[in-house]
C-alpha cells in the first residue's frame, strides 16, 4: 500500500494498477490462504502439517515472487507457488474423503489460473482480477459462514439461538460460486440475476446467527461485519453489470477487496493468532481501534469513490486507513507470534 500511493502521487516506481491488484490478490490473499488452510487442513482431516524445509521452501518461493513480479513480469511464479499449495491440501482431502471441503483446492487452482493470465496476457487483467477476488471472497464465503455462527455460538454459552444450516446457506454459497466463472463471461443479465439475487441470499444467511452475541465483542463484531460486506459487494456489483455509469467496476472489486477480503481477514488473523499462542480469545482497545480502521477504510474507497471524479484523497484516505489497521496488528501481534505459546504447547 506504501508503493502503491506513493506512485498514485506521481511517483515513479514501475509499478501499475495491475500490479497493485496482483499483489493484493495474489500476494497477500495467497499468502493468507495458504497459512489458513496449511493450518486448518490437517485439523479437520487429523493429517500431518507442512512443517520445516517443505514450509520454508514455500515461504521462500512467495518472497521470489514478490520481486519477480517486477524483474520478469512473464514469470508466474504465485501460480506455481497456489498450485503446489493446492496440490498438498488437495491430496489429504481426497485421501480423508473430506467431500465439504473439496472446493478449497479448485478454488486455489482458479487462483492460480489468474495469476498465469495476469503474467503472460496482461491485456485480460481485468478479467484475471474479477476471477481472483470471487475465488478469494469464495474462500471466506464458505469458511466464514461455518465459523461465524460457530463463535456466536459459544458467545451465547451454547444457548441454542443460532440456527444450524439449510437451503439458504447452500444458496448464498452457490451465488458466489457461480460468479467465478460469470467474471470469465460476464452476461451483463446473469451477473446481474446471480449477483441481485445473491446479496439477498447472503443477507438473509446472517439472520439467525446470532449477530446479538457479538455486540460488545469486538473480536467476534468484526467477523459479523466482514461478512456483511459479502451482500454489499455482491449488491454494487449487480448494479455495476446494469449500470456502469452509477457504480464503476472497480469500485464494486474493491468492496470484495478492501469490505470483504481486509474486515474479514484481520479479524481472523487477530482470533487465530490468540488462539494458537494459548491467550484467551479477547482484544483490548488498540485492536477494536484497527477493526474499525478497516471498516472505514471500505467505506471510505467504495462510497467514497462513486463520484465520478474518485477524489484521491480518498484513495489515500482508505489506503492509510489499512496501513493502520494491519500496522496496528503487527505491533500487537507480532511479538507474540515469534514467542513460544503461554500456555507451553507446541506451536
Known amino acids: 500500500l506504501p508503493i502503491w500511493l506513493a506512485a498514485l502521487s506521481g511517483v515513479e516506481l514501475g509499478v501499475d494498477v495491475h500490479w497493485h491488484s496482483h499483489e493484493l490478490l495474489l500476494g497477500f490473499a495467497g499468502a493468507l490462504l495458504t497459512g489458513f488452510f496449511l493450518t486448518a487442513v490437517p485439523k479437520w482431516t487429523g493429517s500431518t502439517p507442512v512443517t520445516g524445509a517443505p514450509l520454508g521452501a514455500l515461504v521462500g518461493l512467495w518472497l521470489v515472487a514478490r520481486g519477480a513480479r517486477l524483474a520478469w513480469p512473464s514469470l508466474p511464479l504465485d501460480a506455481l507457488f497456489l498450485l503446489l499449495v ?19 483446492p479448485l478454488l486455489l487452482l482458479s487462483l492460480a489460473g489468474a495469476d498465469v493470465v495476469l503474467h503472460l496476457w496482461p491485456e485480460h487483467a481485468p478479467v484475471a482480477e474479477r476471477v481472483a477476488a470471487f475465488s478469494v471472497v469464495s474462500v471466506i464465503v464458505i469458511f466464514g459462514g461455518r465459523i461465524t455462527p460457530l463463535f456466536s455460538r459459544g458467545a451465547l454459552k451454547g444457548l441454542a439461538t443460532v440456527r444450524d444450516p439449510n437451503l439458504v446457506d447452500r444458496l448464498a454459497v452457490a451465488s458466489a460460486l457461480l460468479l467465478v ?8 443479465a446473469l451477473v446481474v440475476a446471480v449477483a441481485g439475487l445473491g446479496a439477498l441470499l447472503h443477507a438473509a444467511r446472517m439472520v439467525g446467527w446470532g449477530g446479538s452475541a457479538a455486540l460488545g465483542k469486538p473480536i467476534l463484531l468484526v467477523l459479523h461485519v466482514g461478512y456483511a460486506w459479502v451482500a454489499v459487494a455482491m449488491a454494487l456489483w449487480a448494479v455495476a453489470a446494469w449500470r456502469p455509469d452509477l457504480v464503476y467496476p472497480a469500485t464494486a472489486l474493491h468492496a470484495l477487496t478492501v469490505g470483504v477480503l481486509g474486515t474479514f481477514s484481520l479479524g481472523m488473523m487477530s482470533r487465530v493468532t490468540l488462539g494458537h499462542t494459548g491467550r484467551p480469545l479477547k482484544v483490548g482497545r488498540l485492536m477494536a481501534l484497527a477493526y474499525a480502521a478497516m471498516v472505514l477504510a471500505g467505506l471510505l474507497r467504495v462510497f467514497g469513490a462513486l463520484s465520478p471524479s474518485r477524489p484521491l484523497w480518498v484513495l489515500h484516505a482508505s489506503g492509510s486507513l489499512w496501513m493502520l489497521a494491519f500496522g496496528i496488528f503487527l505491533f500487537r501481534f507480532a511479538p507474540r507470534l515469534l514467542a513460544p505459546r503461554v500456555d507451553g504447547k507446541p506451536g
Not at 181 to 188: D, F, G, N, Q, R
Open 86 to 104: 493446492a496440490l498438498q491440501i488437495g491430496a489429504v482431502i481426497v485421501r480423508s474423503r473430506s467431500v465439504r471441503n473439496g472446493w478449497f
Open 181 to 188: 466463472p460469470l467474471a470469465v463471461w460476464p452476461e451483463p
